[in-house]
């Protein structure tokens, strides 16, 4: 595993890396940074035509309803005739793009399912070009990864990077962290085996005296509302009422989790929010982009809860998708409570696309909206 987490490293800067499996080796390099030049020498180094491995997602919203026989993960396109790298960019991600003519699309091998896998993981654009070796070729691979020049990984543990860290969380540090909402607060950092990303347990009041069910908020990073108040969204306000309700509840834990842009990364969802100024919706604007409309999940979450010996929890939030995995991963909600932001001009849209699209639990509160015209997500309700 160790060799695909250093792979991810290189993906990040923009490099190739070579994918190992039964049927061969497979030159993988991410879209993202790909130019001319690149693009030249991979074709080059592998001694055959590369192609374009695409998510489901981005698939669909080029148009294409294509399936391959093991499901909807994806699609390959040789670019035989395509040798300009910015035309691979516009197919990877452009709202616009349809295809190129004649496109047949293939489905993936391994290898091509590991190199998107790979690019969610290092939360790069889920777009990269791909090529099989040619076996004339063998001597020089190999000695590219002597020099220590390529990395070679095997494709099936790297298709598996996105869930290698399940139960091998380490509790890292932690201290006493008093806040305006809540003065007796301590913070435990957990970080994932692999070194990429880090979780909070932010842990209000003492545990002794906490209820049974544990009032639990489960809050997704957003560093553009949690840290500078962005219009946007709710999450800022989210974040210190969810702090305060726990509060009032008589202590609790909210679990601040590195699942920036529902898993997307800031880079994405800064591409993305760009996209929605054209006038695409949160979900749509993420599909472009071969993300489908939620990439988080929350087994981490549930690791930190058994680690801290919580297992009946009240839950504070409107997210359908965060009380059906606690359910599914043996936390018992007892009940849940819907969290609340303000409601402003630029986050309305956003909201009633969650609402609408997403199945959020926000109906009653934007209808409140309608028709009072009042401008607070004030009141806590519970459902
Ligand atoms: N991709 C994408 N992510 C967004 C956008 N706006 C906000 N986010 C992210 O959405 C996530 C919101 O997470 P949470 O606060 O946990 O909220 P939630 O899933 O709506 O669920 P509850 O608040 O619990 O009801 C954060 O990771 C934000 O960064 C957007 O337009 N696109
Ligand atoms: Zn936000």
């Known amino acids: ?27 993988v390099h991410p879209i993202e940074g790909i130019g001319d030049e690149q693009l030249r020498k991979l074709t080059q180094t592998a001694g ?13 919203a080029m148009g294409h309803n294509f399936n391959d026989d093991r499901g909807t993960r994806g699609g390959r396109l040789r670019i035989e005739g395509v040798s300009d790298s910015d035309t691979l960019t516009l197919l990877a991600a452009s709202r616009y793009a349809r295809g190129v003519d004649g496109d047949t699309w293939q489905a993936l091998t391994m290898a091509d399912e590991a190199a998107l896998a790979m690019m969610r993981r290092a939360l790069l654009i889920p777009a990269a070009i791909t090529a099989r070796i040619d076996p004339e070729q063998s001597e020089r691979i190999e000695q590219l990864i002597a020099e220590g020049e390529l990395l070679a990984v095997s494709a099936e543990s790297a298709r598996a990077c996105q869930n290698s860290t ?32 880090e979780h909070i347990a932010v842990v209000i009041g003492d545990p002794e005296q906490w209820d049974q069910a544990v009032p639990v908020r489960l809050h997704s990073a957003c560093l553009t509302g949690d840290l500078f108040g962005s219009l946007r969204c709710d999450c800022g306000e989210q974040l210190r009422n969810g702090v305060d309700s726990i509060q009032r509840m008589g202590g609790g834990v909210l679990l601040y989790l590195a699942q920036e842009g529902r898993g997307i990364g800031l880079a994405n969802k800064l591409r993305a929010y760009a996209m929605q100024d054209e006038g695409l919706d949160t979900i749509d604007a993420d599909q472009v982009l071969g993300f489908g409309e939620d990439e988080r999940h929350y087994a981490m979450a549930l690791d930190i809860l058994i680690e801290l010996g919580i297992r009946r929890i009240q839950l504070l939030t409107n997210n359908p998708a965060k009380l059906a995995a606690m359910n599914q991963g ?37 209808d409140e909206q309608e028709e009072t015209g009042s401008a607070t997500f004030s009141r806590a309700a519970s459902k």
């Not at 250093?6 to 039964?22: K, N, S, T």
């Not at 192609?51 to 489901?56: C, K, M, Q, R």
């Open 1 to 27: 595993m160790r060799q695909v987490e250093r792979a991810i490293f290189d993906i990040r800067r923009g490099l190739p890396v070579l994918l190992r499996d039964e049927a061969g080796d497979t030159l």
């Open 48 to 60: 055959c035509t590369p192609g374009l491995v695409l998510t489901a997602h981005r698939l669909a």
């Open 166 to 197: 399940v139960g091998l969380l380490g509790r890292i540090s932690e201290a006493e962290i008093p806040l305006v909402e809540a003065e007796r607060t301590r913070f435990i950092l957990f970080r994932e085996p692999d070194g990429l990303r």
């Open 330 to 366: 043996g936390i018992e909600v007892v009940n849940r409570q819907g969290i609340y932001g303000r409601l402003t001009n630029q986050n309305h849209r956003y909201l009633t696309a969650k609402a609408h699209r997403a199945g959020h639990l926000l109906d009653e509160v934007l």
